[in-house]
């Protein structure tokens, strides 16, 4: 839209459509209130988007002149949200009943949290009026739906303090019958931030009929449930979508990640594809020693893959890496024969047990002291770190052996190792070189 | 040149390239890189990346944002999937572009969080009430990761529909080499908007596929997941649900042909073709390898297009086999459909459900 455009003032935001709510439904009320808010406040209707959750209420959407949307059920506020992220300049009014408010408890809770910008409007009349006046989440105790016939036995939900404790900006409780509804509307509009209006109103088709309820006996449970009304919580935090992109302001502009090619420098005698297992524990550096051999490969014109594996508690238990490396393209990447294994711990061993066992006397097994009897048939050499000429903490382990491993098995050069050592971030760049210098002697 | 890279980080490469301005997503195991990777690298584009309390808040964001003018990109697995259910019916109804990686595990239910499945072959395809189709894609290396997330964007655009990206634990999270020069670089057309209001929807002809109407433009714009006529009103006027139905249907199936993606490897004498896609499509591509070394002539057909079924592509390759092998890590979901299209061979299948990869050995095995 250009600046130039001019926004004639709408007298109504309704369209022309009746509604078509049961006679003496609270509905009509509130969303007339609705429309006065809207009017009051000369919003440009392409920038206001009403977004609709299930139920009769649901239905409201359609007798406006603004933009719309009716999604599913409780769901509501995960799209005015995505509205609001993707368009701030939007107003976002979401209509829910009471049953979305309880089908949708996580969303409302966290859109409280986050204090996304946008407006909900409660229209809560204890019951499912859709689908046959079930009880909900708001529904007071001892009161009589098709679903409770003997009486509510759960305590109602107190929405606007669950909203207010945690983080939402604009809290009110009313009735469809106060005459500032309008008004509160248009304030919660305004303030942009997550703003909630708990709207107690009449189901005339069930709730009203089952349980004798009227205008008076709405203040009369508030009293009872020692609810309050009126503007409850109004707090100041940063409003989501804005501290979103104050927050990334300064990454903005960077450049997208893009290939990272590495230039093979080196060769390798390796004529077939070459199959090592680096076997330790959580914790043991197992995949960046993996990588490191990865890199040396590509550096020396190979092809590699790295399949790690390791149990979902990342600290605890085995870490096993598998690395595929051959002259041409490596099109399957698990391993049941190694050629060669680095066994590093008995986490380790008892992983790759199955593959130790399918060695045989060609294969090569390097260990450390304490793994050395590991069952297979593969040739074993032990490799005891108390040689190297520097003191090895228990992360560069896996490094060590690798490197001692590589030199024996002349898949990839002293050199290559080293170039990949370069290429490790940060502080560990110079450590990894000196681990592979004492490991190659 | 070579790099040694990760499926997940040539997923949100394709993503970023294509021009994704909107992921949201909830962490799941092994989906989780790509919503760290997006956290990190959407906002340096301008976009935005969203942690959503769960899975149905992450693709209902997804949603909004997209009618507010986003590219929108989730990544979840199975069991995030079953959650997206619904919102993937929204997303159906309503005609939202929208990409949703599967990055498949072991199934059912929580399953092997670490472990390789490709048990979702079927659940993406019939996932939500209603049985309207979807697009589904599925990368078979990680080069391939890169084109297809790209490709799935413009095919999102170009049908107004979810499209999957269904790859798996193995090909995110495995790092391997790729030749720079193969990550091919699909054009993603621009999204085609409505200008100036008017209907929101189109329904004649019924495999058209009418411009995206969105938020805060020159219109009023509605947007609705009950049944509705061209202007989102909500109907249940026969006549008006059946055309909106038709036309869900035929935009997608209409244009199977062109949305048939697939790598026929044919030999000239082979009397077994083999079928896969996703990581078992690198070991039967091995397999075929070793069988032709070894002067035993044999076909493979690699399917990156899951859904609508590639039937041309199929039928072509097995029509001068006698035998059909279907690799695939699930009970056969796939060989279903293969049965389904070809009746002038034999289906065989070979499957693995115990959390392993399908060996080559397996498939050389398999081969008559």
Same mark, same amino acid.
């Not at chain 1, 440009?44 to 649901?58: F, Q």
């Not at chain 1, 769901?75 to 992220?85: Q, V």
């Not at chain 1, 989501?240 to 420098?265: D, E, K, L, M, W």
């Given at each position: 839209m250009s600046a130039a455009t001019t926004i004639t003032p709408l007298a109504?935001?309704?369209?022309?459509?009746?509604?078509?709510?049961?006679?003496?439904?609270?509905?009509?009320?509130?969303?007339?209130?609705?429309?006065?808010?809207?009017?009051?406040?000369?919003?440009?209707?392409?920038?206001?988007?009403?977004?609709?959750?299930?139920?009769?209420?649901?239905?409201?959407?359609?007798?406006?002149?603004?933009?719309?949307?009716?999604?599913?059920?409780?769901?509501? =506020? +995960?799209?005015? @949200?995505?509205?609001?992220?993707?368009?701030?300049? *939007?107003? !976002?009014?979401?209509?829910? /009943?009471?049953? $979305?408010?309880?089908?949708?408890?996580?969303?409302?809770?966290?859109?409280?949290?986050?204090?996304?910008?946008?407006?909900?409007?409660?229209?809560?009349?204890?019951?499912?009026?859709?689908?046959?006046?079930?009880?909900?989440?708001?529904?007071?105790?001892?009161? =009589? +739906?098709?679903? @409770?016939?003997?009486?509510?036995?759960?305590?109602? *939900?107190? !929405?606007?303090?669950?909203? /207010?404790?945690? $983080?939402?900006?604009?809290?009110?409780?009313?009735?469809?019958?106060?005459?500032?509804?309008?008004?509160?509307?248009?304030?919660?509009?305004?303030?942009?931030?997550?703003?909630?209006?708990?709207?107690?109103?009449?189901?005339?088709?069930?709730?009203?009929?089952?349980?004798?309820?009227?205008?008076?006996?709405?203040?009369?449970?508030?009293?009872?449930?020692?609810?309050?009304?009126?503007?409850?919580?109004?707090?100041?935090?940063?409003?989501?979508?804005?501290?979103?992109?104050?927050?990334?302001?300064?990454?903005?502009?960077?450049?997208?990640?893009?290939?990272?090619?590495?230039?093979?420098?080196?060769?390798?005698?390796?004529?077939?594809?070459f199959r090592i297992v680096i076997a330790g524990s959580a914790g043991g550096k197992v995949r960046s020693a993996a990588r490191l051999i990865g890199e040396a490969a590509l550096l020396s014109g190979l092809w590699a893959t790295e399949r790690d594996d390791y149990p979902i508690t990342v600290k605890t238990g085995h870490s096993l890496a598998e690395l595929v490396l051959g002259p041409r393209p490596i099109e399957y990447t698990a391993i049941t024969r190694p050629d060669a294994v680095i066994l590093l711990s008995a986490d380790g061993a008892a992983k790759a047990a199955g593959r130790l066992a399918a060695m045989r006397p060609e294969d090569r097994v390097f260990a450390l002291p304490e793994v050395a009897d590991a069952k297979t048939s593969a040739t074993v050499r032990v490799i005891d770190p108390a040689d190297a000429p520097v003191r090895l903490t228990s992360s560069r382990l896996a490094l060590y052996c690798a490197a001692a491993a590589m030199k024996e098995l002349g898949v990839v050069t002293v050199e290559a190792l080293l170039a990949a050592a370069e290429m490790t971030k940060g502080e560990h760049a110079a450590e990894n070189a000196e681990t592979i210098r004492a490991a190659i002697g | 040149v070579r790099e040694f890279v990760d499926g997940s980080t040539a997923i949100v490469r394709g993503a970023l390239d294509a021009g994704c301005s909107f992921f949201a997503g909830y962490p799941i195991t092994p989906a989780s890189p790509i919503l760290m990777q997006m956290m990190r690298e959407l906002p340096k584009v301008d976009g935005i990346a969203v942690q959503g309390e769960d899975e149905i808040a992450s693709i209902g964001m997804c949603i909004g944002a997209t009618l507010a003018g986003a590219r929108a990109m989730t990544a979840t697995s199975g069991p995030g999937i079953s959650l997206y259910s619904e919102n993937i019916g929204l997303a159906i109804i309503g005609e939202v572009p929208l990409v949703i990686v599967d990055v498949q595990r072991l199934g059912p239910a929580t399953g092997g969080a670490t472990t390789v499945g490709q048990g979702d072959v079927q659940f993406v395809r019939w996932g939500t009430a209603g049985g309207y189709p979807i697009i589904a894609l599925a990368p078979s290396s990680v080069a391939e990761c890169y084109s297809l997330t790209r490709h799935a964007f413009d095919l999102a655009e170009r049908f107004r529909c979810p499209v999957f990206l269904l790859t798996d634990k193995e090909l995110n999270m495995t790092t391997t080499t790729v030749e720079v020069e193969d990550y091919e670089a699909p054009p993603v057309r621009a999204r085609d908007v409505l200008a100036a209001g008017g209907p929101p929807y189109r329904y004649l002809p019924a495999a058209g596929v009418p411009p995206i109407a969105q938020y805060g433009g020159e219109g009023i714009v509605r947007f609705t997941g009950s049944t509705h006529d061209e202007r989102a009103i909500i109907t249940k006027s026969p006549a008006k649900v059946a055309q909106m139905n038709e036309h869900l249907r035929a935009k997608i199936e209409d244009h199977a042909a062109e949305i048939e993606l697939t790598r026929p490897d044919l030999q000239y004498g082979a009397s077994t073709?083999?079928?896969?896609?996703?990581?078992?499509?690198?070991?039967?591509?091995?397999?075929?390898?070793?069988?032709?070394?070894?002067?035993?002539?044999?076909?493979?057909?690699?399917?990156?297009?899951?859904?609508?079924?590639?039937?041309?592509?199929?039928?072509?390759?097995?029509?001068?086999?006698?035998?059909?092998?279907?690799?695939?890590?699930?009970?056969?979901?796939?060989?279903?459909?293969?049965?389904?299209?070809?009746r002038s061979a034999e289906i065989v299948g070979v499957h693995r459900v115990d959390g392993e990869l399908i060996a080559p050995e397996a498939l050389v095995e398999a081969w008559a």
């Open positions: 109504t935001y309704r369209n022309d459509t009746p509604y078509p709510f049961c006679p003496g439904c609270g509905h009509h009320l509130i969303l007339d209130h609705l429309n006065r808010a809207l009017t009051k406040m000369q919003l440009d209707p392409r920038r206001v988007v009403l977004v609709s959750d299930i139920g009769c209420s649901g239905l409201s959407d359609q007798y406006f002149a603004v933009s719309a949307f009716h999604g599913l059920h409780g769901r509501s =506020i +995960t799209y005015a @949200t995505g509205i609001k992220l993707a368009r701030p300049d *939007l107003k !976002v009014i979401v209509i829910m /009943g009471d049953g $979305g408010t309880g089908i949708g408890g996580a969303h409302l809770l966290n859109a409280a949290r986050r204090n996304i910008g946008i407006t909900v409007l409660v229209f809560n009349n204890f019951n499912f009026g859709m689908t046959g006046g079930q009880h909900s989440t708001t529904t007071p105790s001892g009161a =009589i +739906t098709s679903t @409770t016939p003997g009486g509510n036995l759960e305590r109602p *939900l107190d !929405v606007c303090a669950t909203v /207010g404790v945690n $983080g939402a900006g604009y809290v009110w409780r009313g009735t469809s019958f106060d005459k500032d509804l309008a008004d509160r509307i248009a304030e919660a509009v305004d303030a942009e931030c997550f703003a909630l209006l708990d709207i107690w109103e009449l189901c005339s088709a069930y709730y009203m009929p089952s349980n004798r309820a009227t205008k008076r006996t709405l203040a009369t449970t508030l009293k009872e449930l020692g609810l309050e009304g009126g503007l409850l919580y109004r707090a100041g935090h940063p409003e989501f979508a804005a501290a979103y992109r104050a927050a990334t302001t300064s990454v903005r502009g960077a450049p997208r990640p893009s290939p990272r090619p590495v230039t093979p420098r080196f060769a390798s005698p390796l004529e077939r594809t | 073709l083999f079928v896969s896609y996703g990581v078992t499509a690198g070991a039967m591509r091995e397999a075929v390898v070793r069988l032709r070394s070894a002067n035993k002539a044999a076909s493979c057909l690699t399917l990156n297009t899951l859904w609508p079924v590639p039937e041309r592509a199929i039928v072509e390759a097995a029509s001068a086999v006698r035998r059909v092998v279907v690799a695939e890590l699930n009970h056969g979901q796939y060989r279903r459909e293969i049965e389904r299209v070809v």
